[in-house]
């Protein structure tokens, strides 16, 4: 975590000497984009573990199913009822 923290913390350097007016220079500019790479794929990992998480409940018969999973039967279902030839709706 201390990394993501040493990340943010230069983010924001960068952002104040912008705010106060002076010029990032070109290497200034270029670290902070690799920093908010950093910082995204950070925050897309956070998101994608959270959401590996999930679970689907069927209120009906309480079977626990993962959104992956849930997805995955559904596109099953269509292909074979376009296989079937059957109206999709």
Known sequence: MSHINDTLKRINELAAKKKSGQELTTEELAEKKELYEIYLSFIRGQITSTLD???????????????????????????KDIKEHKDIH
Not at 53 to 79: C, H, M, S
């Open 53 to 79: 998480r999930v679970e689907f409940i069927d209120p009906e018969t309480g079977e626990r199913t993962a959104p992956k999973q849930a997805l995955e039967n559904l596109a099953k279902e269509a292909d």
